[in-house]
Every structure is written in structure tokens, then in C-alpha cells.
Nanobody
Framework: QVQLVESGGGLVQAGGSLRLSCAAS????????MGWFRQAPGKAREFVAV????????NYGDSVKGRFTISRDNAKNTVDLQMNSLNAEDTAVYYC??????????????????WGQGTQVTVSS
């Protein structure tokens, strides 16, 4: 069982930056692939980024490539999402998720067994 708690959301102007963090409980954090998803009002939940167990591999959704960076610290049981050059289209609730070590499905919601409660990011234009 893994419990995930996101933090770091808030209101930011377009062009600004935010850093989200996700803290995980349990001693098996390093065994999970960790992902970030987001959901804007009236839209489906969207894949944002994923990082492998060791942190050696990452993947990003097309809409955030080159602007967002995912990282993890297995000693601290945290996974972060650094978001730069934010625009209004990035406004959403952001969720972190933990899943098994299967890279091929790691951009899919069904891959993930555990989800956080979400943190709101609002970008004003």
C-alpha cells in the first residue's frame, strides 16, 4: 500500500514556474514507476510525465515536453515536477500516481494502482 500526497500547487502568471512535489508513504517507493497526470475542467485526465524506478528514464506528454521536468529522490520518497513557461492551458488539477515497473503502459492511467488527491495549478493569462 502506498499513500501519495501532492503539494506545491497554486496561482501563477503565464510564463512563470511552479514546482510540484509528491510525498509517498511506505518503504517500497523505489519499486514503483511514478507518474504525473492532470485534469482540466470538462476534460479527460491527461498524461504529463513518468519516471522509472531508478530515475534513469523519463517520458513526457507532447504538450509539456521541453517545459516540464520530472525527478525523484528515492531516499526521501518524493517525486517532483518542475514546470516552467506555464500557460493558461496548463491550468488543471495535477495528480501523482504510483505503478508497477512496466514502462510500455506507463503513459496510461490503468497502469497506476495508487493516486494522490491532486493539487490545483492555475495559470493566469
Amino acid at each position: 500500500q502506498v499513500q501519495l500526497v501532492e503539494s506545491g500547487g497554486g496561482l501563477v502568471q503565464a510564463g512563470g514556474s511552479l514546482r510540484l512535489s509528491c510525498a509517498a508513504s511506505g518503504r517500497t517507493f523505489s519499486s514503483y514507476t511514478m507518474g504525473w497526470f492532470r485534469q482540466a475542467p470538462g476534460k479527460a485526465r491527461e498524461f504529463v510525465a513518468v519516471i522509472s524506478r531508478s530515475g534513469g528514464s523519463t517520458n513526457y506528454g507532447d504538450s509539456v515536453k521541453g517545459r516540464f521536468t520530472i525527478s525523484r529522490d528515492n531516499a526521501k520518497n518524493t517525486v517532483d515536477l518542475q514546470m516552467n513557461s506555464l500557460n493558461a492551458e496548463d491550468t488543471a488539477v495535477y495528480y501523482c500516481a504510483a505503478g508497477p515497473n512496466s514502462w510500455s503502459s506507463s503513459t496510461r492511467q490503468y497502469h497506476y494502482s495508487y493516486w494522490g488527491q491532486g493539487t490545483q495549478v492555475t495559470v493566469s493569462s
